[in-house]
């Protein structure tokens, strides 16, 4: 393919322009959360381009809604669809499990954002459960078949968010500090990135990076925590900046599938663009704060998501 200006795309690009004069054909990517919310945009965009493309999603009627809307719109083949509970380890498992053959593409898309106070049946806190420790655990179910790619690429969907809480590692579950919904999910924000960066710790030797990104601000889903209030005055006061679905899948779609982004892992991307360190979240939107990148955390955090996934296993086969 001819040579690009990744300096040209921003805010307002899309997926679709990331991946333009982008050939897919014969890859394979997983993106989870993807109906709905930029897992949509992220799928059609890799779909569009020849990937081969399974879509992970709790609601599997309304997953198969958007694979039908992905054909139609791309020309292409329907995406699969399979069911995922990231909040259950037992459907990682079968999840990961059912895999066959090499992957080489893992969006680790789908989260819930400041959710009422809520914990598994492993007694885990529902945001880092579901947007952590699931992922980390379909990741390392997929292992094999990332490595066996020997090109692996996995994208982990952060979020500014995570510059109000570094991991807490001391109380990841809220037992001994009050529960705060936002601060909760500031911790598993910052867990994603953290992940990234321990892949690129753990995994480099088998051809797999991983880098993580903000997508930018979004209406969907994500916000139905949100109180009315704050959310119709948010909307007012972030008009400017807002993206679109599409656009908000870029960062994601480029970090999948760039060519010149090959062996780049451990990093933070924001609007088609690696983001700043800062001390402090600006405008609510940009930067990554030191704790997000921290490659001690990073170590700490893999093993720490280890033990409890073990814990767990072994207390299901108990």
Known sequence: MPSRDLAAFGARTTAAEVLDGIDLTGRTAIVTGAASGIGIETARALAGAGAVVTMAVRDVAAGHRVADDIARSTGRAA???????????????????????????????????????????????????????????LARGLHRALAASGSARIVAVSSSGHGSSP????????????????????????????????????????????????????????????????????????????????????????????????????????????????????????????WALDPTDADRLWDVSVALLDAEGRTRQA
């Open 79 to 137: 995406p699969a669809v399979r069911a995922l509970h990231l909040d259950r380890p037992d459907s990682v498992e079968a999840f990961a499990a059912d895999w066959d053959g090499p992957l080489d593409v893992l969006v680790a898309n789908a989260g819930i954002m400041a959710a009422p106070e809520s914990y598994t049946a492993a007694g885990w806190e529902s945001q880092f459960a579901t947007n952590h420790l699931g992922h980390f655990a």
């Open 167 to 290: 991991v807490v590692f001391d109380d990841l579950f809220f037992r001994r500090r009050p529960y705060e919904p936002g601060l909760a999910y500031a911790q598993s924000k910052t867990a994603n990135a953290l992940f990234a960066v321990g892949v690129g710790l753990r995994w480099a030797e088998d051809g797999i990076t991983a880098n993580s990104c903000m997508p930018g601000g979004i209406w969907t889903g994500l916000q139905k925590h949100w109180d009315p209030d704050v959310l119709a005055a948010t909307k007012v006061a972030a008009a400017d900046v807002v993206k679109t679905p599409e656009q908000g899948a870029a960062t994601s779609v480029l970090l999948a599938t760039a060519p010149e982004l090959a062996g780049v892992s451990g990093r933070y991307y924001e609007d088609c663009h690696e983001a700043a360190v800062v001390d402090a979240i600006q405008d609510g939107l940009y930067g990554v704060r030191p």
